[in-house]
Each structure stands twice: as structure tokens, then as C-alpha cells.
């Protein structure tokens, strides 16, 4: 895999998750280097004319007022140590690489005044695999300052850190890299901490995985479509044409992809449950709503968001509100949405299925009958997990209370929006994974079904890691190997693979 090449621009949501999971390797671009000591310059001539600048030569928040006595590069240190806040639950490790690269992302921007050497300490430090313990509580979303001050105290060799799998004193982990701390100039110690990288980072994370869970709920949907015997003609793109609305269009297009055969089966009914003949509308708004959250993310990542602001080809240091993320939240806050409309259309065609029997099918998709309990038990854990995603969905960034005086009197939550946006994904990924279980059956249960090629892999790769229900047994450990696969990666329904097995039966 080639180097992220860090310019100042073009960072993407792909070039995050790889660096945050598969250890990709970052570089500095050429030009970076010079776009920082430009800015650098700018600002120190601005200190020495006697400007007032925050955070540099005057304190922070309620401080503001307060001038700032002595060794500028001692404030620094104590600016550090002061606002090392944070608590709870320590950052995952890829949440942490994706709040590095992202910080360092934007700092390549050049305009935080950053020195040189910091920045390529961050680089270094990245590269090397050390990365600062990260409690988790402690971000409003005015600036991820509070959380940010663990990356900040590792670069100073101060904190802890994990390295190589362990946990140890952030100075021995520098050192077992055969790194070494840094000194900070002034200002350097607000400009890696006033900054949303944690918000962006993690951000970037979550519209990953909701682009591929959406591929999962796409396939499980068709393969619902096929159990259940659905009236294919709501993806005629005709219709989807005569109502242009957002993502429907691309929606409908991947299910008929998936559903695609030389001849399609007749249906069982003129019209389906809204569940099901809705799937294109649902769906679609889901993909608008990342396309949303991902063009938000990826303007944070390419842009010079920092207070003070260093404007080096204007020569001038500008205090400014680009660290406020309300486009950002209200983004994760619209996906949250979207996903917990998507997961509510998952469980009510999980019902469909599993209920007393809909076109056919036996009821609750049990071979055997009687007092067979079948899949039904599954709609009482089905309907507890979207309870949960429902909660998850309340909006949380108008949760916010004036601060520091009543300086800083407005705030956007974006980690929250973000982190609870990440949970919403794991529970959703189960109800497809319930959703896939219930649809297979169903295939399997109707009698001289020849299933879309796609549809086909999509089954197959379930039965490789459930197989169909004869008699009842414990649908839970099933329905956990299925997300296991789903949530790790190792879902890859295979073309090839089902045309074997068609072939060899």
C-alpha cells in the first residue's frame, strides 16, 4: 500500500481508515514543510509587534483577559497540563490513529503556526506506532481541546502511552521507538490541541462502516425480496425517475443489481409491506445522508481550522470560530437518523418473515411446525436492539450548557454525535445479520426457487457460516457467528463461489 502523501488537501474518508486499521504509512508532501514555516514566521513577527494573540501571549477561556508572563514556551506546558481533563473509557487504538492522522491532515493546511519540527514529530510518532492513551469524556464539540491533550503530552514525552501492544510511560515508549520528545514554541501547545480531530478522525471511521453496512443491508434486503416472493417491479427505474428523490434512484439500481437473471420469477403479490416496497426510498435517504457526513468529515480534514487562525500569504494572525463543528454534527445527527430508519425497515421485514406464514412461507419459518418455535423467539431480541438504536438516534447536540465564564456559551457535541452515531452501526449490523438469517430460511424453504446470481453468493456465504434450520436450536450463537463475519470483514459473498456450487449441484 503506498504512503498517504500529506499536502494540505485531498484526504479522504478511505485514506483515514486505512492509516487508522491498516497501518498505512504517512509522508510529508514537499510543499508542507515551507507552507509551515511561512506561517510560522507570520506569527512570531505578529508576537513581537506586540499583537495580542489567544493562546500565545494571552490565556485561554475565561482567561482570555489574563497576559501571559515570562517564558512563552513554559505556558505552553502548563496550557497542557491544565487542560488535561479528560476521562472514562480509553479510546479504541484505531480511534486514536484516526484523530492523529487527521489532526495532522489539517495541520498540514499551514495554518496553525505550528513549528516545523512539532509537526513532524506528530508524523514520526504515527509512523512508529506509539500512540497516547485517550480517555474518552471530555469533548463538548467547541474544539476537541480537552481530549486532544493526551496526543499533545505524548509529543512532550509526558502521559501514557500504548506501544507494541502495551501500556507504559509515554517518555519510555518515545524511547523504545527511538524517538525523542519535543520543546515547544509558543503557541505549539494550543495548536495540536484546538482542533476537532477527534471528531473528524473518528468521523471518517463511521462513514466507512456505514458504507459497508449499507452494502450488507442492500444484500440482505434482495435476499428478503427472493424468500419472500416480492413484486420486483418497484425497482422499474422508471418510477424512481418520475420521483428523483435523494439517493432513491442509486438505491433502487443496487437492489435490481443484485436481483438481476435472465428470467424473474412471477410474484406472489401485486403490492408488499412498505418494508419492503419502500426499500429504495429508505435506503436512498441513507445514502444521502452519507454523502452529507462525508463531504463534512472531508472539509475538516483538508482545512486550516485553527484559533488563532495564521493567514501566511495575507502575513497576519486572525483570531477565528473555524474549530466549531455544528455542519459536522448536524450531519452525524441526520445519519443517525437514516440508519435507525434503515434498521427499523430491517426488523419490520425480519417480522414479515418470521411471523405466521406471509406468501407461503410456513409459519416462523419453522420445516417442521407444531409447537416448533422456529425464528419467532428472534423478534423479541430483534425488537430490544432497535429499541436501543432508537435511543441512540435522540439528537444530543443541543445537550449543551455555557462554560468558562460564559466565554465559550455554545457547543456542538460532535463526539457525541459521532461516537453514538459508531454504536447505532454495531447494533444495526445485527439485525442484518437477522435479517440474512431469516431470508436464507425462507429461500431455502420455498420449493424450486432459482436465485439471482448475486442473491445466490449472498446465500451461500450465509450457509458457510449458518446452516438452515431442520429442528430448533440456539438461533443466537448462530445469529452472533453471522455478525462476527459482518462487523470483521470476512463477509465477502463470492461470485465465483455460488456459481460452483450451482455448478456442482
Not at 477561556?61 to 473509557?89: K, P, Y
Not at 486514536?96 to 498540514?108: D, E, H, Q
Not at 506501544?163 to 520528545?181: D, F
Not at 495548536?191 to 458504507?211: E, F, Q
Request: aromatic share 2%; glycine share 10%; hydrophobic share 50%.
Amino acid at each position: 500500500m503506498s504512503a498517504l502523501v500529506l499536502t494540505g488537501a485531498g484526504v479522504g474518508i478511505a485514506d483515514v481508515a486505512t492509516v487508522a486499521r491498516a497501518g498505512r504509512r504517512v509522508e510529508i508532501g514537499s510543499d508542507v514543510i515551507g507552507k509551515l514555516e511561512k506561517a510560522r514566521k507570520v506569527l512570531d513577527h505578529a508576537a513581537a509587534s506586540g499583537q495580542q494573540i489567544y493562546g500565545l501571549n494571552t490565556g485561554l477561556g475565561a482567561n482570555l483577559g489574563t497576559t501571559v508572563e515570562g517564558d512563552a514556551s513554559v505556558f505552553q506546558r502548563q496550557l497542557l497540563e491544565g487542560r488535561s481533563g479528560a476521562v472514562g473509557e480509553t479510546l479504541p487504538i484505531e480511534t486514536v490513529r484516526a484523530t492523529m492522522v487527521a489532526r495532522a491532515a489539517m495541520l498540514s493546511a499551514g495554518g496553525s503556526g505550528l513549528s516545523p519540527a512539532v509537526f513532524v514529530a506528530l508524523v514520526d510518532v504515527l509512523n512508529a506506532g506509539v500512540h497516547p492513551v485517550m480517555p474518552s469524556l471530555g469533548s463538548i464539540g467547541a474544539g476537541d481541546l480537552v481530549l486532544m491533550t493526551a496526543l499533545a503530552r505524548l509529543l512532550i514525552g509526558e502521559g501514557e502511552a500504548d506501544y507494541q501492544g502495551r501500556r507504559m510511560p509515554a517518555a519510555k515508549a518515545l524511547m523504545m521507538a527511538r524517538l525523542v520528545p519535543v520543546s515547544l514554541a509558543p503557541k505549539d501547545g494550543l495548536s495540536l490541541i484546538n482542533a476537532s480531530a477527534v471528531s473528524a478522525g473518528s468521523g471518517a471511521l463511521v462513514v466507512t462502516d456505514t458504507l459497508s453496512a449499507l452494502v450488507q443491508q442492500q444484500q440482505a434486503g434482495a435476499l428478503t425480496m427472493e424468500g419472500i416472493g416480492a413484486n420486483r417491479t418497484i425497482l422499474d427505474p422508471r418510477l424512481h425517475m418520475a420521483r428523483p428523490a435523494a439517493g432513491q434512484q442509486e438505491a433502487a439500481k443496487a437492489l435490481h443489481d443484485l436481483l438481476a437473471r435472465d428470467v424473474a420469477p412471477a410474484p406472489t403479490t401485486l403490492q408488499d409491506p412498505l418494508s419492503i416496497r419502500c426499500m429504495p426510498s429508505i435506503h436512498g435517504a441513507l445514502i444521502e445522508a452519507i454523502g452529507q457526513a462525508k463531504r463534512a468529515v472531508e472539509i475538516e480534514l483538508n482545512a486550516a481550522a485553527d484559533n488563532p487562525l495564521v493567514l501566511g500569504d495575507d502575513g497576519v494572525v486572525m483570531s477565528a470560530g473555524n474549530f466549531h463543528t455544528a455542519a459536522l454534527s448536524l450531519a452525524f445527527e441526520t445519519l443517525s437518523l437514516a440508519i435507525a430508519q434503515c434498521a427499523a425497515a430491517s426488523v419490520a421485514r425480519f417480522i414479515q418473515l418470521t411471523g405466521s406464514g406471509r406468501n407461503g412461507l410456513p409459519k416462523y419459518l419453522s420445516p417442521v411446525g407444531g409447537a416448533s418455535a422456529g425464528f419467532v423467539p428472534l423478534q423479541k431480541t430483534a425488537t430490544s436492539i432497535l429499541a436501543a438504536i432508537r435511543h441512540k438516534a435522540n439528537p444530543v447536540m443541543l445537550d449543551f450548557l455555557p462554560v468558562s465564564e460564559g466565554v465559550e456559551d455554545h457547543a456542538t457535541q460532535s463526539p457525541l454525535t459521532v461516537a453514538k452515531c459508531a454504536g447505532m452501526i454495531a447494533l444495526w449490523r445485527r439485525l442484518i445479520a437477522f435479517e440474512l438469517m431469516a431470508a436464507a430460511q425462507a429461500v431455502d424453504l420455498r420449493e424450486g426457487l432459482t436465485l439471482a446470481p448475486r442473491t445466490s453468493a449472498v446465500h451461500t456465504a450465509i450457509r458457510a457460516l449458518v446452516p438452515a434450520l431442520k429442528e430448533d436450536r440456539p438461533l443466537g450463537i448462530d445469529a452472533e457467528a453471522l455478525h462476527a463475519a459482518l462487523a470483521g470483514g470476512s463477509w465477502q459473498p463470492s461470485l465465483r463461489q455460488a456459481d460452483l456450487v450451482q455448478e456442482q449441484a
